[in-house]
């Protein structure tokens, strides 16, 4: 998994230190929730770089409305709420080419996926059950029907039925 956070953000800082992080993937009718989020830092005093309105919160989870669940390979908690959530180790993290962001590179060790949005009886994501939250140009959207899939795709359909 690759990232680009900003490099005065609290989750770049702790990186430079602590390699462990969790990615929480909502779905998207959590966008609310992640709007909460969104003007939230964990660095105080708050960064000159951050945008205007941004404001320090110690407890994100609870500012959001989420819920703090344990890692079981990393240190940082997951998002209870997310219906994917990877725990990962930082591999390398470095600036990017103007230096206002960082560059994580992580290896995901572990994957927790909703039973929801798994095709039953496999460890495959459904991608019809699952409706990421794609955040394009500041506003959020979900996904529309499937179009098609690759010819590389080794995810079983889901059985005829399986709602969704």
Same mark, same amino acid.
């Given at each position: 998994?690759?990232?680009?956070?900003?490099?005065?953000?609290?989750?770049?800082?702790?990186?430079?230190?602590?390699?462990?992080?969790?990615?929480?993937?909502?779905?998207?009718?959590?966008?609310?929730?992640?709007?909460?989020?969104?003007?939230?830092? !964990?660095?105080?005093?708050?960064?000159?770089?951050?945008?205007?309105?941004?404001?320090?919160?110690?407890?994100?989870?609870?500012?959001? !409305?989420?819920?703090?669940?344990?890692?079981?390979?990393?240190?940082?908690?997951?998002?209870?709420?997310?219906?994917?959530?990877?725990?990962?180790?930082?591999?390398?993290?470095?600036?990017?080419?103007? !230096?206002?962001?960082?560059?994580?590179?992580?290896?995901?060790?572990?994957?927790?996926?909703?039973?929801?949005?798994?095709?039953?009886?496999?460890?495959?994501?459904?991608?019809?059950?699952?409706?990421?939250?794609?955040?394009?140009?500041?506003?959020?959207? !979900?996904?529309?029907?499937?179009?098609?899939?690759?010819?590389?795709?080794?995810?079983?359909?889901?059985?005829?039925?399986?709602?969704?």
């Amino acid at each position: 998994m690759v990232l680009g956070l900003g490099r005065d953000g609290q989750s770049a800082h702790n990186l430079a230190s602590r390699p462990d992080l969790v990615i929480n993937l909502p779905a998207a009718d959590q966008w609310p929730a992640v709007e909460r989020l969104a003007p939230l830092t !964990g660095r105080d005093p708050v960064p000159a770089t951050k945008a205007e309105g941004c404001r320090f919160e110690p407890d994100k989870f609870g500012a959001a !409305g989420l819920t703090a669940e344990p890692s079981q390979l990393v240190r940082p908690p997951r998002v209870a709420e997310c219906p994917l959530q990877l725990e990962a180790r930082a591999a390398r993290v470095r600036p990017d080419a103007t !230096g206002e962001f960082v560059i994580v590179e992580a290896a995901v060790r572990r994957v927790h996926a909703d039973a929801r949005v798994v095709v039953p009886g496999t460890d495959h994501v459904a991608p019809a059950a699952w409706t990421p939250l794609i955040y394009s140009f500041r506003h959020y959207f !979900g996904l529309g029907p499937e179009l098609g899939h690759s010819y590389r795709t080794r995810t079983p359909r889901a059985p005829a039925g399986h709602s969704v």
